[in-house]
């Protein structure tokens, strides 16, 4: 804004220069009369002294009528009117005047492109002094979060539980979890499910492996989705977890099948194993940012206290 007024500025100024010196280069002229012969009072004309030799009378003469002749053109005064242009002060002033006009134009050029840069230099640098300060303040409120959030986790692995007589059942198998972070977990609700799946473990791949338990995992996956509508998130059950608080149990029966003491040895061999998983959703910062931990554990063999972590599905969000 500042160079288009200066500019201006200077523009007006070598207007009124101009117009100035164009005023006062108004061109002289002088009248030089040529030399002639005037009739002056001390050149009398020819004859002038003279008596007519005609005399007059009162008589009519017969004298013939004068043919009409036109008379002669007077006599030529030359008055030459020359319009001599004096030599100025100004013309010879004018080419210098005229260089200085171009140097303070080149000048005011080359500053002009000079502040353009700079100007556009320092916009840059405003610019990426502006972004290097988002990033540092997004960092900063990333690290903050991630230093307070609250963090929900599985305490332990899943465990059968046993029955009145003290012998484990294999129908019903817990999880327990608890908040480790800084800050409480706030509307902490659970999808989980306790199944089996059937198939050769000898002649099953690790990747055929994790494809079954994808599978069964897309039930949670489904689940979770639709917990998303209001309507039904209001309607899940609920509650807050205090940082360090003790673990909270959650028990899954089995479904799809009943599994009995026949199915022991097949359990034993890894042709039916027993999947736990489940995703744990959870806000926190006064519920403004959402939060989730998916988890799995799968058992096979003759301990009952060995459950094994699944390839996947084991994830901290």
């Keep these: 804004m500042w160079l288009r007024r200066l500019r201006g500025t200077l523009v007006s100024f070598w207007d009124s220069v101009v117009l100035f010196f164009s005023k006062i280069r108004t061109p002289r002229h002088s009248v030089t009369p040529s030399q002639s012969n005037p009739i002056s009072e001390n050149n009398p004309a020819p004859n002038g002294g003279r008596k007519p030799d005609i005399q007059t009378n009162d008589t009519k003469p017969d004298v013939p009528t004068a043919s009409s002749v036109p008379p002669l053109p007077p006599a030529q005064y030359h008055c030459e009117i020359t319009c001599k242009t004096e030599k100025h002060w100004w013309d010879r002033w004018k080419p210098f005047v005229e260089i200085f006009g171009v140097v303070l134009l080149a000048v005011y050029t080359g500053y002009t492109i000079e502040m353009y840069y700079a100007n556009r230099d320092a916009a840059e640098a405003a610019k990426s002094a502006a972004n290097t300060a988002a990033t540092a303040l997004g960092d900063s409120q990333k690290s903050f979060e991630v ?49 089996s799946i059937r198939f050769r473990r000898q002649k099953v791949s690790q990747q055929q492996f994790m494809a079954e338990i ?104």
């Design 214 to 317: 994808n599978g069964a995992f897309q039930a949670i996956v489904d689940d979770d989705s639709k917990s998303k509508s209001a309507e039904i998130y209001q309607q899940l059950d609920k509650a807050d977890v205090a940082p360090d608080a003790p673990s909270v149990f959650i028990s899954r029966d089995i479904v799809g099948e009943t599994l009995s003491e026949k199915d022991l040895p097949e359990i034993a061999s890894g042709n039916v194993t027993l999947l736990y998983f489940g995703r744990i959703n959870y806000r926190g910062f006064e519920r403004k940012k959402a939060y989730s931990t998916d988890f799995c554990f799968y058992f096979f063999g003759k301990d009952a206290k060995i459950w094994h972590v699944c390839p996947v599905h084991n994830i901290l969000d």
């Design 147 to 195: 230093e307070n959030r609250p963090y929900v986790i599985i305490d332990g692995t899943t465990y059968f539980l046993k029955d009145e007589k003290g012998n484990t059942t294999l129908r019903t198998a817990n999880i327990n979890y608890k908040n480790v972070g800084k800050t409480p977990a706030q509307d902490v609700f659970i999808f989980a499910r306790y199944t």
